[in-house]
Nanobody
Framework: QVQLVESGGGLAQPGGSLRLSCAAS????????MGWYRQAPGKQRELVAT???????NYADSVKGRFTISRDNAKNTVNLQMNSLEPEDTAVYYC??????????????WGQGTQVTVST
């Protein structure tokens, strides 16, 4: 019904940058929240940043001032610009979207995840 395609993960040095992108496609009427979560080994999945259809973006305290989330509604995409990366940012990052389908029901979807590794 809906596919999420993630890109942009990889290896970065401390202080470096990466940009994640996620594109949604399928039987979409509209998209409410779009965001990114991450999960490090042995830890619970946590919210990184989210961007609702109405309102402003919100961020985890640990990434405020370093990460920027943005949306392109025409392309059904959400991006995460990650600057000043720290080793603690190492995790699998998951795109998450909340979608109202053409058939008029609401479902959330998760991407497969993309690895981000920050290391010297």
């Amino acid at each position: 019904q809906v596919q999420l395609v993630e890109s942009g993960g990889g290896l970065a040095q401390p202080g470096g940058s990466l940009r994640l992108s996620c594109a949604a496609s399928g039987r979409i009427f509209n998209i409410y929240d779009m965001g990114w979560y991450r999960q490090a080994p042995g830890k619970q999945r946590e919210l990184v940043a989210t961007f609702p259809s109405i309102g402003t973006a919100n961020y985890a305290d640990s990434v405020k001032g370093r990460f920027t989330i943005s949306r392109d509604n025409a392309k059904n995409t959400v991006n995460l610009q990650m600057n000043s990366l720290e080793p603690e940012d190492t995790a699998v990052y998951y795109c998450h979207v909340i979608i109202r389908h053409i058939e008029n029901y609401v479902v959330d979807y998760w991407g497969q995840g993309t690895q981000v590794t920050v290391s010297t």
